[in-house]
Structures are given as structure tokens and as C-alpha cells.
């Protein structure tokens, strides 16, 4: 029973630590305090330890010599590298996505672009939620367990690099318009059109990220 409860503990503590990680609140290179954590929620230093080694396998975190856990962080070369990974596959998925979908993963890509706008449209800060919302669901269409894996990982520590940057909302609702583009072109079952936009808008997403950490030449919309 202790071994079920403690491993119970450890995946609600990886949603946690997940959740804190997208978001920024704890931000890139940030240390894991262990012990801070294991006080917080009142937990052994166990089911703790477990947790860090799923996100470290995740690629969330990563461990450093005499450090222990740190959240993984990247310089725009290993940003660039990132983006070369995720566009390669996730441009093969929209494509998949367009010839596999159903009326359901249809359903379900219309519905994230929904949300997306909503929250825009209310003032309330884009979350990085939206944006995973969106890309699970073209995932999901696209029926590719390997790519989906690969990709999920990739996007994740995308968006904890990113977590520290501010986005312009100008930049977010084009990004929002490559999300209703992409979605039709799937519904419709334009595979190259799809593929074509998944570039397009991951082009965006680089240049942007790109240019706030190296402050170089302004993002193209």
C-alpha cells in the first residue's frame, strides 16, 4: 500500500511541477529545491525524486553536477535546433492529420481555435494551455503515436524557454490566425496546405522567440 500511495503522489507531483514549469513560474535554469518542495506538500523526499526523474525524462529537467534537478533552458542556437526538430515532424503530422481526421478531431481542432479566441478576445493573458490544446488535437488527428511523443516533448521545452519571454498580442492573435488556417486545411483534407501552414506559423513562433533573445531583426507576421 505505501508503494501505491507513493506513486500516486509522484504523478499528481509531476502535473504540478509540470504545470509550474509551462507556466514560468519556475523559470528556466531555476534549481529544484527538494527540500523546499517535499515542505510544501508534505510529502517523503520519495514520490519527489520519482517526479524529477519523469520530467527529467521528459526533458523538463535536466540534472547538473553538483546541482542536482535544474529547469532545462536553451540559447537561441539550441532554440534553433529545436525549431528544426518540430517543424520536421510536425509538418509530416498536420499532413497525416489532414488525410486521417474525423469529423470528431475536426470537432476538436475547431474547438481549441474557439477557446484560443475567447480568451484573447476577453484580455485575459494567452496561456500556454491554449496553445498545447490546439496542438494535441492535431496530434491526436494525425494518429502517429512516435511523432506525437517526439513532438510533445519538443513543444514542452519550447514553451518553458519562451515561458520567460513577453509576447506581443499582435504576435499571438497571427498565431491564433495560423491555428484557424491549419484547422481548416486539415477539415478539408489539404494535406500540403496544412503542411505549408504548420511551417509557416512555426517560422513565426522562431523568429519570434529568436529576436527576444538575441534582439536582432524584428519577427516577420
Partial sequence: MPDTLER???????????????????????????VEIARE?????????EAIRQLVSEGLLVHRPNKGAVVFEAQPDEVEALF???????????????????????????RACERSRKVLAAGREFAHRMDLDFHRALLDAARSP?????????????????????????????????HDQIAEAIAEGQADRAAELMELHLERVRLQMITSMTGNDAPRD
Fill in 8 to 34: 500516486g503522489l509522484a504523478v499528481q507531483l509531476v502535473e504540478t511541477l509540470r504545470e509550474r514549469l509551462l507556466s514560468g513560474q519556475i523559470t528556466s535554469g531555476a534549481r529544484i529545491n527538494e
Fill in 41 to 49: 506538500f508534505s510529502i517523503s523526499r520519495g514520490p519527489l525524486r
Fill in 84 to 110: 528544426e526538430l518540430r517543424s520536421a515532424l510536425e509538418t509530416a503530422a498536420a499532413r497525416l492529420a489532414a488525410a486521417r481526421r474525423d469529423r470528431k478531431d475536426i470537432a476538436a481542432l475547431r
Fill in 146 to 178: 512516435r511523432i506525437t511523443e517526439q513532438v510533445w516533448r519538443v513543444h514542452q521545452q519550447i514553451i518553458v524557454v519562451r515561458s520567460r519571454q513577453d509576447v506581443a498580442a499582435s504576435h499571438t492573435d497571427a498565431s491564433l490566425t495560423d
